[in-house]
């Protein structure tokens, strides 16, 4: 029978589970010795060149090794067991990968059925005992077996990642595997370093010689104990090192079996005997990851107004992994956990069931915001737990959302041969060796610093800068090709493009500034909002900037902009969509109430009218909502009274649905000792106040002076405690506490795609997860030490 799955990743990962626990009986060669020579496999350039494609390449390669006879019987022979022969499962990877159409390719299946049957030729015939031990995991639907007996480390490894075991039995693993990891055992004999803790007495007396001959025979017991505890010790120690040098500096762990490491070690400390790369890879660092998520839930448990933010990936193996985040109000992130989906479906109550899991480890109270990109899946997701959780602020990724806006405009129809040119001519000067040392020498003698950059496939707004370095070194390389130095032979686009005094050079030199001109606010507000520090009023901040720019911009008569009317509409209705979006039709307002909250714009004059200048009639929401007062003859409304009616009501009506929300959630301390009616007029009272910057909010915001860098939140932290100031500042250290974008899960995808390269393409995304998680935490303890 072939490989049970549905899908061919899903029969790949089984033949490879059959193919690493074949017979003991058969022979185990070298890597180097075997007959199967796949690992991390490429198919050869000749052989593509030869039959047209990769995967005929690779079709080709393996007929070789099996020969045409045995493929042609339909029974491959497997006489082998190790590394060689489970490199199989590399070939077929990389068909899979080239192939167009993989799960319906006849040859793909073919390979792997035949290969399964020769797989069960080896386990039938072989000269062992056909009763064979297996293990496999208790979790309802998970189909994780091993051959053999169960052995403790594999068994954590799998136990501390498997979400079908259910909560209570994974925590019991991660907290087992946890108090095994070199960390914790390392921290714990650094707390017992001191002999003599503090308040012991030592006592000093003349022994008898009785008692002498018996300290000399305790004496001789103890050092054989000592040495013995002390290399056990030393190897700890140093395998601690290691670990740490492996994950903070990406180094494959398969290093520590090579002859060169051990030589090193050998001349280095003769009393170390290096531990094997598989220890390393199945213990230690799945152990030391538990540790640290541990440290990680305990920490956090004491906090509030947490942020969780996630997003989705993919690994070259291939698996796909959702990363998970949680920032505390004080910015600092926590990479908490990567969670392996490969067989399940990304759904939105998936994606719900498993965020929610996180939280209510942590606590559901302690969180108050939730952010990731605005995709189908994802943006749901924040909805569904939006809903169940009251207080929970549902955002989506701001610097997605520009990177978006900018999207939209690079699709123009008015940029899309610009666009075209400038993507051939940066690659021709990357791929050129010798265009790109001249461009280079002459850059550097115009003192442009700024080198040509490729438009790259995970970088928000790539366009606009491969757009910006191109326009910045384009009067050199029209100088370079004037003078001869470059030929643009083998070029792809209009060479009429680098030679001055035509149409085809400046219309393109026009559109190239008018693209960078008007990308040039969102590209820029997009770069700063990256920030971990970035907060909600940051949001509204840089929208004023945007649609404030290009107003100007498109003010300035066509002939000094060349930036058409036609242009200028495409643009604007861009611009107002995208502003309408995530300021005015955001599932919460909590971009306008921060930035009316920082006590520097709660008068501004930016608030005294609409805040969108190129939108011709912009829509409050509370306008509705005034209108709805007065219908019904609702005396409560006390606007009129505000220096800014406009902007006090709209900040008012969101703050008295976040009291509500944390009414409903009483988890605030605050909240169970005031009750509800005082605490709503306390807020009435003290936004008014607010709102005139009367006492308490009379004091100055001092940013200079601030040791955490965030100034705003500080100042409301000094009024948490001031009776006549309270419910409004837990509101306000609410809404400057939580993150607002998910570039944590965007560095942790680099993380991957450093760790994860071609030529380490088994890699699973349990290994990665893991990795990172080490090199996240220990990186950021350095920094916080230093």
């Not at 607010?690 to 100034?711: K, M, N, V, W």
Request: net charge positive.
């Amino acid at each position: 029978m072939p490989p049970l799955g549905s899908t061919i990743s899903e029969r790949l990962d089984e033949l490879g589970r059959v193919l690493e626990n074949l017979p003991h009986s058969l022979p185990e060669p070298k890597l180097e010795d075997s007959r199967f020579q796949f690992a991390n496999y490429v198919p050869d350039p000749d052989d593509v060149d030869i039959f047209g494609t990769p995967d005929a390449a690779i079709n080709h390669a393996l007929e070789v090794v099996f020969g045409w006879e045995a493929r042609s019987q339909g029974v491959l022979p497997i006489a082998e067991r190790g590394k060689g022969v489970c490199s199989l499962v590399d070939a077929l990877r990389a068909y899979q990968r080239h192939c167009k159409n993989p799960e319906s390719d006849a040859i793909l299946g073919k390979w792997i059925e035949d290969i399964w049957e020769g797989a069960k030729v080896a386990y039938s015939t072989a000269d062992e005992p056909r009763a064979g031990h297996f293990y496999r995991c208790v979790g309802e639907g998970c189909d994780w077996f091993k051959a053999g007996h169960p052995q403790s480390k594999r068994l954590l490894r799998h136990s501390t990642r498997c979400r079908k075991l259910g909560s209570e039995l994974r925590a019991k693993a991660i907290k087992w595997s946890a108090s095994e990891s070199l960390g914790a055992k390392v921290g714990k004999r650094k707390s017992k370093s001191d002999p003599h803790p503090a308040g012991t007495e030592q006592v000093s007396e003349t022994p008898s010689a009785s008692e002498i001959q018996a300290i000399h025979t305790l004496a001789t017991i103890s050092h054989n104990s000592t040495v013995a505890l002390g290399r056990e010790e030393l190897r700890q120690r140093i395998d601690f090192r290691i670990m740490k040098l492996v994950c903070i500096r990406n180094i494959v762990p398969s290093v520590v079996d090579s002859k060169e490491w051990k030589d090193m070690w050998r001349d280095g400390n003769a009393k170390y005997q290096p531990t094997s790369s598989s220890t390393f890879i199945n213990s230690h660092i799945p152990a030391e990851a538990a540790q640290i998520r541990t440290l990680q839930v305990e920490l956090l448990k004491k906090l509030i107004n947490l942020t969780l933010t996630y997003d989705g990936g993919t690994i070259n193996r291939p698996q796909s992994v959702y990363t998970i985040h949680i920032t505390t109000p004080d910015r600092r992130v926590y990479f908490i956990d990567g969670d392996e989906c490969s067989k399940e479906r990304h759904t939105a109550e998936y994606l719900e069931k498993l965020i929610f899991e996180i939280m209510s480890e942590i606590g559901i109270e302690r969180f108050s915001g939730i952010c990731s990109d605005n995709t189908g899946n994802t943006r749901k997701a924040r909805e569904l737990l939006a809903k169940s959780i009251p207080g929970l602020i549902n955002m989506l990724d701001c610097c997605h959302h520009l990177h978006n806006t900018s999207k939209d405009i690079t699709n123009l129809s008015d940029f899309k041969t610009m666009i075209s040119n400038l993507r051939k001519i940066v690659k021709y000067f990357r791929k050129s060796p010798l265009a790109a040392a001249l461009l280079t020498d002459a850059r550097m003698e115009e003192g442009i610093a700024r080198g040509l950059q490729s438009v790259g496939r995970t970088r928000f707004a790539t366009f606009y800068w491969s757009a910006e370095s191109l326009k910045s070194s384009l009067p050199v390389m029209r100088q370079l090709v004037s003078s001869g130095k470059i030929s643009l032979k083998n070029a792809t686009f209009d060479t009429a493009l680098l030679q001055g005094g035509n149409m085809a050079s400046m219309s393109f030199e026009r559109d190239l500034f008018m693209y960078t001109t008007i990308l040039t606010p969102i590209a820029r507000s997009l770069k700063a909002l990256e920030s971990t520090d970035a907060t909600a009023a940051d949001v509204f901040v840089f929208w004023l900037g945007i649609v404030s720019t290009l107003d100007d911009l498109f003010q300035r008569p066509e002939f000094e902009t060349g930036i058409s009317q036609s242009l200028i509409k495409k643009v604007t209705t861009i611009i107002n969509t995208r502003y309408k979006e995530i300021i005015d039709s955001t599932p919460t307002d909590v971009y306008f109430t921060a930035f009316f909250l920082h006590p520097k714009h709660s008068r501004s004059d930016i608030l005294r009218k609409p805040v969108n200048p190129l939108a011709n009639v912009i829509i409050i929401p509370s306008a509705r909502a005034r209108g709805k007062q007065k219908a019904t003859g609702d005396k409560g409304d006390d606007s009129e009274n505000a220096p800014i009616p406009r902007a006090y009501r709209r900040a008012k009506e969101y703050l008295k649905r976040q009291l509500q929300e944390e009414i409903v959630r009483n988890a605030h301390p605050l909240i169970k000792k005031l009750g509800v009616a005082r605490a709503a007029e306390e807020l009435r009272a003290q936004l008014m106040a607010y709102a005139h910057g009367q006492y308490p909010f009379d004091t100055p915001l001092e940013e200079t002076e601030s040791e955490s860098g965030r100034p705003v939140l500080e100042w409301w932290q000094n009024l948490e405690s001031h009776a006549h100031a309270r419910v409004l500042a837990m509101l306000a250290i609410k809404l400057y506490s939580i993150a607002i974008n998910s570039m944590a899960d965007e560095r942790t995808a680099s993380n991957f795609t450093w760790f994860n390269s071609s030529l380490r393409n088994r890699q699973q995304v349990g290994t990665l997860v893991d990795m990172i998680q080490v090199r996240q935490w220990y990186l950021t303890k350095v920094q916080l030490q230093y």
